[in-house]
């Protein structure tokens, strides 16, 4: 895949996971029976859809288990996301989640053993003020909210480290499918320990929940997940976490048309979110420019 073409892929499956934020927001299940439900919705249209293609790897199936563990942090990541969005709103979640480039200069190039590149650090480094900023006005739930966000960023940066050291020996529909499955697996015992420890007051789908979570399963996780896992093929996991941190952008112009979330955002949250913002867009022409040169 040419470049060009794994960025636009990139962008694409972008604007699709910008919409999970404002979904998590709808559905009215808590943030564990959500992500049980999305992640079996998921799996069912990936393993649909190698059925129908006839491209159905059993051998990938059975003997990738590194990457079904990949898929109980996934899990995890998820349970945090949507925590975040339960507890804070879906704005607050999503910039927390753009913590996610200072994760990745420092993580993948531990897991990929490729060389860490100064400048990655450095604009990493750029988002701590602006996350300063948000979480210094949060309290209560908002900032155990804003702490759950940067936990899901932290878990996804290790998860798209992974996903680029191991993209090479499977597919991105087989790899989808596999970290998926394992996500639901995980989901399951962590259902079963709630329900013994907390209880589960709401499980079974109703009304409108049932078309969110049809659009956030195939839409926003099978088919996003899938042109993600195949542009890092191409692209560096921290790139490609600079790109996924327009999700922000997208996603809060989404939560203030359509939730109302600028009732409960403050100026300095607004401050913090334009500093954050500024160090993804001064990447990658800072990238294109000098690191490459």
């Known amino acids: 895949?040419?470049?060009?073409?794994?960025?636009?892929?990139?962008?694409?499956?972008?604007?699709?996971?910008?919409?999970?934020?404002?979904?998590?927001?709808?559905?009215?299940?808590?943030?564990?029976?959500?992500?049980?439900?999305?992640?079996?919705?998921?799996?069912?249209?990936?393993?649909?859809?190698?059925?129908?293609?006839?491209?159905?790897?059993?051998?990938?199936?059975?003997?990738?288990?590194?990457?079904?563990?990949?898929g109980g942090v996934i899990a995890l990541h998820w349970i945090c996301f949507f925590g975040s969005i339960k507890l804070a709103n879906a704005s607050t979640a999503l910039i927390c989640f753009a913590t996610i480039s200072?994760?990745?200069?420092?993580?993948?190039?531990?897991?990929?053993?490729?060389?860490?590149?100064?400048?990655?650090?450095?604009?990493?480094?750029?988002?701590?003020?602006?996350?300063?900023?948000?979480?210094?006005?949060?309290?209560?739930?908002?900032?155990?909210?804003?702490?759950?966000?940067?936990?899901?960023a932290f878990l996804v940066a290790i998860i798209a480290s992974f996903e680029k050291k191991w993209i090479t020996e499977i597919d991105p529909e087989h790899m989808t499918f596999?970290?998926?499955?394992?996500?639901?697996?995980?989901?399951?015992?962590?259902?079963?320990?709630?329900?013994?420890?907390?209880?589960?007051?709401?499980?079974?789908?109703?009304?409108?929940?049932?078309?969110?979570?049809?659009?956030?399963?195939?839409?926003?996780?099978?088919?996003?997940?899938?042109?993600?896992?195949?542009s890092i093929r191409t692209v560096t996991a921290f790139d490609s976490m600079m790109v996924i941190n327009l999700e922000p952008v997208y996603g809060i112009l989404m939560a203030l048309i359509l939730l109302g979330d600028s009732k409960e955002l403050t100026t300095t949250f607004y401050i913090g979110t334009f500093i954050i913002l500024a160090s993804v867009f001064i990447h990658p022409i800072y990238q294109s420019r000098y690191a490459r040169n």
Request: proline share 1%; net charge positive.
């Open 1 to 70: 895949m040419s470049l060009r073409r794994a960025y636009i892929e990139l962008h694409i499956a972008v604007i699709f996971l910008a919409f999970t934020a404002i979904l998590g927001d709808l559905i009215t299940l808590s943030a564990s029976v959500l992500v049980w439900w999305r992640t079996l919705i998921a799996c069912l249209g990936i393993l649909l859809f190698l059925l129908f293609t006839g491209r159905v790897r059993m051998d990938w199936i059975k003997n990738q288990r590194k990457i079904y563990v990949l």
């Open 102 to 152: 200072f994760f990745t200069a420092w993580i993948e190039p531990w897991i990929t053993k490729r060389k860490r590149e100064t400048h990655e650090i450095i604009f990493g480094l750029l988002i701590i003020p602006g996350i300063v900023l948000i979480a210094g006005q949060a309290k209560g739930q908002i900032m155990t909210g804003v702490v759950l966000g940067i936990i899901a």
């Open 178 to 230: 596999i970290q998926l499955t394992g996500a639901w697996f995980a989901m399951c015992f962590w259902l079963v320990g709630e329900y013994f420890i907390t209880g589960i007051d709401h499980f079974i789908l109703h009304g409108m929940d049932i078309v969110y979570l049809l659009i956030l399963g195939l839409i926003c996780t099978s088919i996003a997940w899938v042109l993600t896992t195949r």
